[in-house]
Structures are given as structure tokens and as C-alpha cells.
């Protein structure tokens, strides 16, 4: 798991590209503070929605799980399991070229959000593509 691009945006969600590493655990750990004080924002009693919309070889939703580590404290972790990158619409993928590892930046997978809705107020907090790090000995 790694970020490839990360940027701050002052009007609406931050951009966070991601990489998943096929055959490997994701783990991305969030702290959420308030912009203007910088104190923790408090998440408790959220619902949190994060998922990938898969644009080859045809577009499918792929959810990832929220994890809730400490919500009082705006803490939590989206997690998309290794076994789940052996899976469609990964398994589905056409074979690169040759059997050498495509480079991270080069395999775009689709686009990516997570968002929560607190009190009735839905606020989209990241946005980002997903691009893939393919094992051809896994396909």
C-alpha cells in the first residue's frame, strides 16, 4: 500500500491517490482534525461509505470496509484485504504486455471516495484514483 499523490484542497475534499499492491493487505489510517483549531473532530455515530469505482475492463463499485478505531477522536482506517485484490474485477484484468511489473503510476483503476454523513449533513472528506501494482504471478 502506498500514496502516490496526496493534495489538500481549502473548498471540498481532499485528493488522495492511492495504490494497491495486488496479493497485499491495504491499511490507510485517518486522524481527522477540525481546519480551524486542529483539534480532533469528533466522529462518533457517523456512517461512513468508501469505495472504488473500477473503470477497466468495465466499470463495477468495489467497497472498501471502515474500520472505526477511536470516532470521539475522529480516528479510523479503510482496509481493503489481499485476498480481495485476487478477485473481479482485478482477476478480470488483461495480461500486461510482459511479465514485468507495471509501474504503479501507469495502471489506473478507477476513481475512489470516502465520505461520511453525521447528523444529517453528508460530507465527502477524500477523493482520489486507485491505480494497481500488479503481481503477474498472482494472475
Known amino acids: 500500500m502506498s500514496i502516490v499523490r496526496a493534495k489538500t484542497n481549502p473548498y471540498g475534499p481532499a485528493t488522495l491517490d492511492i495504490q494497491l499492491e495486488q496479493g497485499a493487505d491495504f491499511r490507510l489510517k485517518f486522524k481527522v482534525k477540525d481546519k ?69 503510476d501507469k495502471y489506473p483503476m478507477g476513481g475512489w471516495i470516502l465520505h461520511w454523513t453525521l447528523g444529517g449533513v453528508t460530507t465527502r472528506y477524500v477523493e482520489g484514483t486507485v491505480y494497481l501494482d500488479r503481481d503477474p504471478c498472482l494472475m
Not at 486542529?38 to 470496509?65: E, K
Not at 477511536?70 to 482506517?77: I, K, M, R, V
Open 36 to 104: 480551524n483549531t486542529g483539534d480532533p473532530l469528533p466522529l462518533t455515530g457517523a456512517v461512513f461509505v468508501c469505495h472504488m469505482q473500477s473503470s477497466t475492463p468495465v466499470t463495477s463499485c468495489v467497497n472498501f470496509t471502515v474500520e472505526e478505531t477511536d470516532l470521539a477522536n475522529g480516528e479510523f482506517n479503510v482496509v481493503f484485504p489481499a485476498a480481495s485484490t485476487l478477485l473481479a474485477p482485478f482477476l478480470n484484468l488483461p495480461l500486461p504486455d510482459d511479465v514485468r511489473p507495471i509501474a504503479p
